[in-house]
C-alpha cells in the first residue's frame, strides 16, 4: 500500500480534468494505495505569495519573500494552509499534478501553490552549500524518494507539440514543471500523462482514454522515469554546468538527460548532509 497525494487545479469539477481526477482517486484507491486530494479552487486556494503567508515578520520594513518564507518554515509559523500541503508532500508516496494547459503552463492557481508551498527550506536551499556544491538540489532534497507525475490536458492537436509543431515540443514546454518544480527538490519524474484536443473528447472516446491513464497510474511505482541527471551525480563540474563530452548528439534541454554509454552517476553525500542555508541566495527568483 502507497500512499498518493493529486493535486487538481481545475475550476469545473464536471470538466475532463474532474474526471481524470476521479478516476485516479477510484483506480488508486482500487488497487489498495492510501489517496489524499487537494482541490485547489473547492479550497479557495490564494495563488498569491505574500505578507499573511508568514506570522511575525523577521524584517517587517521590507518583504523578501524568501527570507520570510525560510523564517517562518523553520520557525513554525508558517499560514496553516501552507503547513498543511507541506505536510502532504512529506506523507506521499507519489504526487500527481492534475490541471489544464493554459497559456503554455500551469493555471495560475497551481502556480501560486508551488510559489506558497515550496519554502525557502522545505523544498530549496537546503543541504550544503560549500565549495563546488551548491546544495542538495536535481535528484536530492526534502522531496527525494517520492514519485510525481503530470496529468495534463491541452486543446491543440498532438502534432502541435511535437518536435517541429508550431506550439513547440511537449517535453520543453513542460520542462519548467517536471525538471524545475518536481525534479528540483528531489522527486522522481514519470513521463507524462497527455491528452490533446480535450475539448474534443466525446462520451464515445471516454473509454479509449479512461483505460490508457489507468495503464499509466498502474505502473505509478514502476514505469521508467525520465532520465534527469542529477546535479552531484559527477556529470556537471564544480559550477553545475555539463562537462565536456556529456550530452554529445542532443540540444537544448535534452542535453540534461542521461545518454546510453553515459558515466554511471553516484550521488555522494557531502561530510554534513542536514545543513540549511536559510539566508542562502538560490537561482529560485526570491527577490
Known sequence: MSKILIVYAHPEPKSLNGALKDLAVDTLEGQGHVVRVS???QLGWNAAAGWADFGQPAQPE????????????????????????????????????????????MPAILKGWVERVFALGFAYGVGVHDGERWG?????????????????TMGGREAHYGARGVNGALDDLLWPIQHGVLFYPGMTVLPPFALYQADRVTAADWPDVAKAYQRRLEGLFTDRPIPFRTQNGG???????????????ESGTRIHLVQPGDPKEALAKPAVVAETRATERSTVPSD
Open 39 to 41: 482541490d485547489l479552487y
Open 62 to 105: 521590507r518583504l523578501r519573500y524568501a527570507l520570510e518564507s525560510a523564517q517562518a518554515f523553520a520557525g513554525g509559523s508558517q499560514a496553516a494552509e501552507i503547513e498543511a500541503e507541506q505536510e502532504k508532500l512529506l506523507w506521499a508516496d507519489a504526487v500527481l499534478l492534475n490541471f489544464p494547459m493554459w497559456w503554455f503552463g
Open 136 to 152: 542538495d538540489r536535481y535528484g536530492e532534497g526534502v522531496l527525494n524518494g517520492r514519485r510525481a507525475m503530470l496529468t495534463v
Open 235 to 249: 556529470h556537471y563540474d564544480g559550477t553545475q554546468v555539463l562537462k565536456p563530452g556529456l550530452g554529445a548528439g
